[in-house]
Each structure stands twice: as C-alpha cells, then as structure tokens.
T-cell receptor
Framework: DPKIIQKPKYLVAVTGSEKILICEQY?????MYWYRQSAKKPLEFMFS???????DNQTASSRFQPQSSKKNHLDLQITALKPDDSATYFC?????????????FGEGSKLTVL | AQSVTQPDARVTVSEGASLQLRCKYS??????LFWYVQYPRQGLQLLLK??????VVQGVNSFEAEFSKSNSSFHLQKASVHWSDSAVYFC?????????????FGIGTLLSVKP
C-alpha cells in the first residue's frame, strides 16, 4: 500500500486557472517536500517543510504556495497557471530534515496546462 | 554550482547480462550521493547511498555503486539483471553538510530489460 498519497494523479487545467495538489503521508515523518519534473528536465527541488514550518523555498514564483494543515499533509496550491507549469509534481517525506536522509516519494501528480 | 549528469537516457540489456548505469557529478567537495529507482506507477525508491568510507556501496536487489572522487562519478552496477529491474534510475546528490534534504537529481536513465 502506498504510504504517500498524492491526488489527483492526472489533471488538466486551463491557463490562468488555479489548482491544488494534495499530499498525505502515513509514515509518521516530520519533514515533507515538493519536487517538480518538467519534460526532459531533472527533478527539481521546490519546497521543504519540517514540523509544518517552511524550511526552504527554491521556487521563484509566489504562484506556488505550499499549505500544511496537518503534520502529515503538504498540499501545493498553484495559481494563475501557465503552460510552463506543466510537469509531474512529486511529494516526498523523510523522518527528519537532517542531512542526506532517505526520502520517500509519492507517485506524482501530472499536471497539464492548456 | 552542483549538478548531476546521467549521459544515457535509455539503456537496453538482455536478462542475465551485467549492467552499468553512469552518473557524473559536479561539486567542489565530496557530496552525499544516491541512486533512486522508479518502477512503473510507483514513487521513487532509494536503492543505495554513499556518505563516506568504502567507495563501493551495496544496495537493495543486488545493486551496488562505486564512488570515484578522481572521476567525479558514482556508477550503478548489477552483475545479472532481471526483467523486473526495468525502471527509471535516478542519480542524485546533496552537498556535504547541507540540511533539508534538498536533492539535486540527474535526468534519469530508462532501463529496459529484454527477456
């Protein structure tokens, strides 16, 4: 059974709209992350949260807003969608935010912006 | 700037053959290095990791990797592949002493194992 649930798995949006990607982890971890993989590019770190606090933000645009309502939730709200936002978004978690720890990933949410 | 290069986008081998997937990194010091695997319809899973010490590290499913500081490489190897090894393999690093688990990934290598 997957321990990190991402919803939806696939979504299509129109330019200018807003979407929320859901992530829940059932591993009892204290740190959660978002990564993005655009076509023909490596996975790219976006955010890290530890104990529901933002630790690191490598996303230049404020259109991307993580939201943590519970310790095991880290949703990603994307506003004013653009075609360049089309990518697969991966949620991940780790026991703690320490150095070089093992990350556990969800299956990803594939977003297509038309 | 740190980076990871996986020069082979796709590798095809026959079942039972040996395998090497290449990974080169760019970093001024010794990083923490990882190999992750993504099987179809699953999330990425850690295969193995290198922090320090013995340059040859063992991972799950008989995979191993060898760290070479002189070559800035961390190639993944397996003596005999099985069809179930077909997946996408990602090499990644995080700078030594960094916090926050900010991994820098390569683009991935798609491994196809022919029966």
């Amino acid at each position: 059974d997957p321990k990190i649930i991402q919803k939806p798995k696939y979504l299509v949006a129109v330019t200018g709209s807003e979407k929320i990607l859901i992530c829940e982890q059932y591993l009892g971890h204290n740190a959660m992350y978002w990564y993005r993989q655009s076509a023909k590019k490596p996975l790219e770190f976006m955010f890290s949260y530890s104990y529901q606090k933002l630790m690191d933000n490598q996303t230049a645009s404020s259109r991307f807003q993580p939201q943590s309502s519970k310790k095991n939730h880290l949703d990603l709200q994307i506003t004013a969608l653009k075609p360049d936002d089309s990518a697969t978004y991966f949620c991940a978690s780790s026991q703690d935010p320490g150095r070089g720890g093992q990350l556990y990933f969800g299956e990803g949410s594939k977003l297509t912006v038309l | 700037a740190q980076s990871v290069t996986q020069p082979d986008a796709r590798v095809t081998v026959s079942e039972g053959a040996s395998l090497q997937l290449r990974c080169k990194y760019s970093y001024s010091a010794t990083p923490y290095l990882f190999w992750y695997v993504q099987y179809p319809r699953q999330g990425l899973q850690l295969l193995l990791k290198y922090y320090s010490g013995d340059p040859v590290v063992q991972g799950v499913n008989s995979f191993e990797a060898e760290f070479s500081k002189s070559n800035s490489s961390f190639h993944l190897q397996k003596a005999s592949v099985h069809w179930s090894d077909s997946a996408v393999y990602f090499c990644a690093l995080t700078p030594y002493g960094s916090s926050g688990n900010k991994l820098i990934f390569g683009i991935g290598t798609l491994l196809s194992v022919k029966p």
